[in-house]
């Protein structure tokens, strides 16, 4: 009852007009940039860092979780209307989504989406309000071991268990740690990687690196790649943008049980909404072949629902990680995290002590914002198909002014936009060649927690080793993580047994009309 009475603290605090357009304008941009392939809510929040630092934390905080939540909304408009998803966390809707649409019944595909991340949503906003608080408490019991246990689940399961090669999830997580530790030792005061040059002595500005591999290296990759697009298929379109009863019923136990899977990642750091969509997606695939008409191949609406359920029922449950536990899960909430630190807030079990209005009226906020964005979805969501009308050299060529505009109204620093375009290039060449972003974002935002803790621990115990394996929350995380590492290794070795299988197969029915 204390967390009911706390939230409705939050939502007279969130009822606020300033803060209710904030909300509307995070949910307006966090879709607008969905839309547009490539991009998505983390570049979107990184490029509005550097310029909501006027604005009071919460509002602040507000539009961000707006824009987080209305990214995923946005990447499923184009995933089914033309079958580019904005973001991975949107491919797996784009198997039967895209059919939906090609068959005449995009508007019905559109409103399931709509109406499964705000099912997802809205499950994982209200189990976040009672398992905040009790995440709060638990993390009271963290210490720094847990802590570094913590960030090495983290760096592990993003860089290895999430990424398709794990060499190069390795990699990008090397090159954040790398990022991380340049600069004046806090502990020691030596000076770290910086080559003699004085910007470098305070470090890597987080925002500069965000911006820069996020929005830049997109620029620079969508720039070497730019051509004349053939012009664009209609997609037939028929009757009513909602569901009737019978499709309604339908997909409804797909949703229920997309949510179910979703709201798990959403704590777990494993790449926040990508793995559940999936997941959910061959859940219903698999059950799809034991009915009597199977529907998968044909434009299944359960293999749309499910997986636009799973991925938004991440996103409750992923800000509550980030504020009771201060663990990002993705590389939004990792950049959110950093606006935390700017703002001088440090997310965990004080931040609920220390500001109760920013966090439940940001709490509020979630259940706002899922309303706001079913509103705009529903009727307006073949509209967002319009953005990309746009010519795409005045839209990148926007985007990359208002990155350098961005990094130096935070620095003043010429050398800031130097070390910018740089970072760009770096992001350019892992897309290129396929590296992963996540694990070099949280590899930087969870360096310093991550040295900190070690040592803070090791000088506790002198120099003993034995602490990090002491208490049970530490094993517990351990076991964990050697869990989802076993999973993924066995998935992973069933997913090449059944490629090589397929291949065979393939194989044997080309050699058959041959000796016919």
């Known amino acids: 009852m204390e967390a009911l009475s ?20 995070g949910c307006l941009l966090g879709t607008a940039v969905g839309v547009l392939p490539g991009l998505g809510s983390s570049m979107a929040v990184a490029l509005l860092l550097p ?21 995923l909304f946005g990447d499923s408009t184009m995933a089914i209307l033309m079958n580019t998803p904005g973001q ?17 019944r995009a508007p019905q595909a559109l409103a399931t989406a709509a109406i499964g991340a705000f099912i997802g949503g809205m499950v994982s906003c209200v189990l976040v309000v009672f398992l905040a608080p009790a995440l709060a408490d638990l993390s009271a019991n963290f210490g720094p071991a847990e802590y570094f246990a913590l960030a090495l689940f983290a760096f592990v399961a993003t860089s290895s268990v999430v990424a398709d090669d794990v060499l190069k999830g390795l990699l990008a997580l090397v090159l954040g740690l790398g990022i991380a530790t340049v600069g004046i030792d806090s502990v020691s005061g030596a000076e770290r990687f910086s080559l003699g040059v004085p910007q470098l002595f305070d470090g890597v500005s987080l925002v500069t690196v ?29 009757g009513r943008p909602f569901l009737s009863g019978a499709e309604f019923r ?33 859940v219903e695939k698999n059950l799809d072949k034991r009915r009597t008409t199977p529907m998968f191949g044909k434009g299944a609406i359960r293999g749309l629902a499910a997986p636009e359920a799973a ?28 606006a935390f630190q700017q703002y001088g807030l440090q997310p ?17 906020s979630f259940f706002i914002a899922m309303i706001v964005l079913l509103v705009l979805n529903l009727p307006f969501a073949p509209l967002w198909a319009k953005l990309l009308l746009i010519p795409k050299p005045y839209l990148f060529g926007g985007i990359a002014v208002f990155c350098g505009l961005g990094v130096y109204a935070t620095s003043a620093s010429t050398f ?25 974002l949280i590899g930087m935002v969870l360096g310093p927690l991550a040295e900190t803790s070690l040592r803070d621990a090791l000088m506790s115990s002198g120099g003993d080793y034995s602490v990090f394996v002491d208490s049970g929350i530490t094993i517990a995380v351990y076991v964990l993580l050697a869990l989802a590492i076993g999973i993924s290794i066995v998935g992973r070795a069933r997913a090449a047994r059944a490629e090589k299988t397929a291949a065979g197969s393939a194989v044997e029915h080309e050699e058959v009309p041959a000796g016919r």
């Open 6 to 25: 706390l939230l409705m603290e939050g939502f007279a605090h969130a009822f606020t007009p300033m803060n209710l357009v904030f909300v509307l304008v």
């Open 51 to 71: 310029m909501t630092f006027a604005l009071d934390p919460t509002a602040a905080f507000i539009m961000f979780a707006g824009v987080y939540f209305g990214g």
């Open 416 to 440: 800031d936009l130097f070390l910018l375009t740089g970072l760009g290039f770096l992001g350019f060449l892992m897309r290129r060649y396929a590296v992963p972003l996540a694990p070099l």
């Open 250 to 282: 339908e997909a409804l136990p797909a949703w229920l049980r997309g949510t179910g899977i979703g709201l798990p990642f959403g704590v777990v750091p494993v790449g926040g909404a990508d793995v559940p969509t999936f997941i959910a997606y061959g």
């Open 88 to 104: 991975a966390s949107a491919i797996a809707s784009t198997f039967e989504g895209h059919k939906m649409a090609r068959a005449g």
């Open 348 to 364: 965990g079990p004080l931040l609920f002590e220390r500001a109760p209005d920013l966090v439940w009226g940001l709490l509020a």
């Open 210 to 238: 965000t911006v820069a591999l996020l929005a830049l290296g997109e620029v620079f990759h969508v720039a070497s790649r730019i051509r004349r697009d053939p012009a664009a298929r209609s997609i037939p379109s028929a």
């Open 311 to 338: 991925g938004n029922a991440t996103t409750g449950t992923a800000m509550g990680a980030l504020l009771a536990l201060g663990l990002p899960v993705s590389a939004t909430a990792a950049i959110m995290l950093a």
